[in-house]
């Protein structure tokens, strides 16, 4: 039997420019904001046998604000920045340029003492290959963007280079499946059209 996982990005918690490496802030109001704007389409979701969610508080707080009720899952913590965790891409390359460029050249690499992003990978990836086959195979977890990216990479069997290019909105949802090492992408047809009375 294979499993489809949904993935729901979690709602925002600061503007995307600000955005920090761990960051494990509340949503703020245009979070919230969002998630009550997105509820409608978001809440079906909540009817999957499982329900899980990253263990940052936004993420909790999207998948409790969307009824989901969700498990924390340490495997779907955000990768380990080390020394850079809490800073903006821009302060650590402020900070530390050489070191950035390394880690962003070297998927093995861990210029941060964290981390380094084959090894993100292989988390969530192992994460997602272990995922138990419910009743009917349903599975939504909310999740930080960088983790649906480790694991549409991972999933796809894509060069890890591949994660830089994958752009992940907040809010947004992401499905997989399968079983494990077996990993399809699916594109869901778009949402029906409001009929003109």
């Keep these: 039997m294979s499993l489809r996982v949904t993935f729901v990005a979690a709602a925002r918690s600061s503007p995307l420019l600000a955005e920090r490496f761990e960051d494990d802030r509340p949503l703020d109001q245009a979070g ?3 998630v009550q ?3 409608r389409d978001l809440v079906p979701l909540a009817a999957a046998e ?27 913590r955000d990768c380990d920045m080390g020394r850079w965790r809490g800073l903006t891409l821009g302060e650590a390359m402020a900070r530390e340029p050489e070191a950035v460029d ?4 070297d998927p093995r690499g861990t210029p941060h003492g964290g981390e380094s992003l084959l090894a993100f990978i292989a988390r969530v990836g192992g994460w997602l290959d272990t995922r138990p086959v419910g009743d009917g195979g349903r599975i939504v977890a909310v999740a930080e963007p960088s983790v649906i990216r480790a694991a549409l990479v991972y999933a796809l069997k894509a060069p890890p ?9 907040p ?6 499946t399968g079983r494990a090492g077996r990993w399809y992408l699916r594109f869901d ?9």
Excluded: F, K
């Design 37 to 39: 704007r997105v509820a």
């Design 161 to 169: 280079a591949t994660y830089w290019n994958i752009d992940v909105r």
């Design 189 to 197: 047809g778009a949402p029906a059209q409001p009929s003109r009375a």
């Design 171 to 176: 809010l947004s949802t992401t499905t997989v």
């Design 50 to 76: 499982l329900r899980y969610c990253s263990p940052t508080p936004r993420s909790r707080a999207t998948g409790d604000a969307l009824g989901y009720a969700p498990l924390v899952q340490l495997a779907l």
């Design 102 to 105: 390394a880690w962003l050249a």
């Design 32 to 34: 919230w904001d969002e």
